[in-house]
């Protein structure tokens, strides 16, 4: 499977945007998919994934504010990221997996976007 992301951008604190992933080729509806991202120095941390049954994971420190949901449909992950914070700066890569797995983390996933950088200004 093939991965697009897209919907990244500059916005103040508070403000919010949403991702995009697009998916191709596959069977999209066996897929995880999650978002992770990786800021300047620091490593690649997982930020929210979603289960080809559509369980849903996020990390602490974005939850009640981030929002993933898929269309297996129109092969679409989305991220909808509300009250963002200057920490919230990063690039953000959208990934896949064919299997199940209860880590969350780079290692378990194959397939990668390109990533698209979001930047919060305080």
């Known amino acids: 499977v093939q991965l697009q992301a897209s919907g990244g951008g500059l916005v103040e604190a508070g403000g919010s945007l949403r991702l995009s992933c697009a998916a191709s080729g596959g069977t999209f509806s066996d897929y995880a998919v999650a978002w992770f991202r990786q800021a300047p120095g620091k490593e690649r941390e997982f930020v929210s994934g979603i289960s080809w049954r559509s369980n849903i994971r996020y990390a602490d420190s974005v939850k009640g504010r981030f929002t993933i949901s898929r269309d297996n449909t129109e092969k679409m992950v989305y991220m909808q990221m509300n009250s963002l914070k200057p920490e919230d700066t990063a690039v953000y890569y959208c990934?896949?997996?064919?299997?199940?797995?209860?880590?969350?983390?780079?290692?378990?996933?194959?397939?990668w976007g390109q990533g698209t950088q979001v930047t919060v200004s305080s």
């Open positions: 990934a896949a997996r064919s299997y199940a797995s209860s880590y969350w983390i780079p290692q378990d996933f194959r397939y």
